[in-house]
């Protein structure tokens, strides 16, 4: 396995380019499976979970090519051998569950594992399955297995009341909602860039799709849907993770490729803490000039608010801020698995419950800590790169899952860090 070890070395400058959104290109793919025609995804990111997910898809006797050195993906569902998807591959990741709608929409039937995929709590599926429910499918939970099946005719349209926001059982719905017969309304649906983004493109391929972006989605089922082309938008939760690496450790750094409107609660945050963002030709430029940052308190929401994706991040940020912060953690429970190794650099944190309290010390210093989680382990990185000493962050192939070229991008501002095998 693999170390990080990260020496705090003073101020970055310089430009980091921002990939695809892996949230994005995973739902994206499975979209796949609802065509005979193919689709091909261009900017997509370089990932674990990317690769994990073209093996499923595989599995089920799609083809994948990888082409531009990963950064376009060109699928094809014409000849597909299977519809059930296996505990092996799915178990590797919980982005996993989304192929269960487009298989169930275009074949009728489809079987396919209980995910398993990040320990940040408990994390059901049983939104997904209602939805698939509203449609009128039959389901049954078997060996480990959901074994699923459209009526007679394939699904049909439907309202599908989410009792609370989730983005996973939203994408789910709203690709299985293409292929039903009749319009389906998704209430209370996520609002989130990667939704609209799962929209566009399966309005190119010819779904009929209102309201994307809203909480409220309607969609016109329609016969088949053909082939497209698609850009990946850009990762909002990359681009807040490289936006934190000046405001903790000074600088200015350009993020290429990012836009306000993609993080506004969180650069709102940033500003309140004493960092400047501005919006460029190319980019976002953010910068840090003064001392130290104040202290703010942030709630995790699902979007336009603050994402839960950034909190670890921005918790490593106020772990030496003016004066103490509140985070509160709203979406998953037992996501504060950063604490105690940001304790262990000699951060002061106190977690309650879903509430962490940060009082700002004057500095952290390096120290041996392990990654629990792809958001927890860049949290560190950022944490080591304000850091006095070495930091050594183990366990980093959850890193792997969600961040490209983590130490080229930081290495290309100045910061000082390599890739070890671990000893
Ligand atoms: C997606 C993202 C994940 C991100 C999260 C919140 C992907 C692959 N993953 O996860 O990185 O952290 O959004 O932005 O895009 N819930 C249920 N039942 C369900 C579904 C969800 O109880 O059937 C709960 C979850 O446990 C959680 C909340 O709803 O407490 C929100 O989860 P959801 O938005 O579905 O997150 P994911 O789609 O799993």
Same mark, same amino acid.
């Given at each position: ?17 921002? $990939? ?10 499975? #979209? ?66 989304? !192929?269960?709608?487009?298989?169930? #929409? /275009? ?11 990040? $320990? ?17 499918? %039959? ?8 074994? #699923? ?18 983005? @996973? =059982? ?14 389906? !309304? ?12 799962? #929209? ?6 010819? $779904? ?12 016109? @089922? ?5 082939? $497209?082309?698609? /850009?990946?938008?850009?990762? /909002? ?50 910068? /840090? ?64 419950? @879903? +509430?962490? +309290? ?27 790169? =304000?850091?006095? @000493? ?15 070229? !983590?130490?080229?991008?930081? %290495? ?12």
């Amino acid at each position: 396995m693999d170390q990080i070890i990260v020496t705090g070395n003073g101020p970055l400058s310089g430009q980091i380019p921002i $990939a695809g959104a892996k949230n994005a290109c995973l739902t994206l793919m499975p #979209a796949t499976l609802l065509s005979e025609e193919p689709l091909t995804l261009t900017n997509a990111p370089r990932l674990s979970d990317i690769r994990t997910m073209t093996t499923l898809l595989q599995s089920l006797g799609a083809e994948v090519q990888s082409l531009q050195d990963g950064q376009v993906l060109a699928m094809s569902s014409h000849d597909l051998t299977s519809t059930r998807a296996e505990y092996d591959i799915v178990r590797k990741m919980r982005a996993s569950i989304l !192929v269960l709608g487009p298989l169930l #929409a /275009r074949f009728g039937h489809a079987e396919v594992s209980l995910p398993g995929g990040c $320990a940040i709590g408990a994390r059901p599926v049983d939104l997904h399955l209602k939805a698939f429910e509203a449609m009128g499918a %039959e389901l049954e939970l078997r060996d480990g297995y959901v074994h #699923a099946k459209a009526p007679v005719g394939g699904l049909r349209g439907g309202i599908v009341e989410f009792p609370f926001v989730s983005v @996973g =059982a939203t994408e789910n719905a709203l690709m299985a909602a293409t292929l039903a017969k009749g319009t389906t !309304v998704l209430m209370n649906a996520a609002r989130e860039p990667e939704i609209v983004d799962l #929209a566009q493109c399966l309005q190119k391929m010819g $779904a009929q799709i209102d309201g994307e972006g809203t909480s409220e989605i309607t969609v016109q @089922g329609v016969d088949r849907l053909g082939g $497209a082309t698609h /850009r990946v938008v850009t990762d /909002r939760i990359e681009l807040g993770t490289y936006m934190l690496a000046p405001a903790i450790c000074g600088g200015e750094v350009e993020c290429l490729g990012g836009t306000i409107n993609l993080l506004a609660a969180f650069c709102e945050k940033l500003d309140a803490a004493g960092i400047s963002v501005e919006e460029t030709p190319n980019g976002l430029k953010v910068a /840090r000039k003064g001392g130290r940052v104040s202290a703010v308190d942030v709630t995790t929401e699902p979007f336009p608010g603050f994402p839960t994706d950034l909190q670890a991040q921005m918790m490593a940020l106020l772990c030496t801020a003016e004066g103490t912060s509140v985070l509160e953690e709203k979406i998953f429970e037992n996501r504060f698995m950063h604490a105690p190794e940001l304790i262990r650099m000699g951060a002061s944190i106190d977690v309650h419950g @879903g +509430t962490a +309290t940060v009082k700002g010390v004057d500095h952290l210093k390096g120290a041996p800590v392990m990654a629990t989680d792809l958001r927890a382990s860049v949290s560190l990185i950022l944490a080591g790169l =304000a850091a006095e @000493g070495e930091t050594v962050v183990s366990r980093v192939y959850h890193l792997d899952r969600g961040y490209e070229h !983590v130490v080229r991008k930081l %290495e290309g501002v100045g910061a000082k860090i390599e890739r070890v095998k671990e000893q």
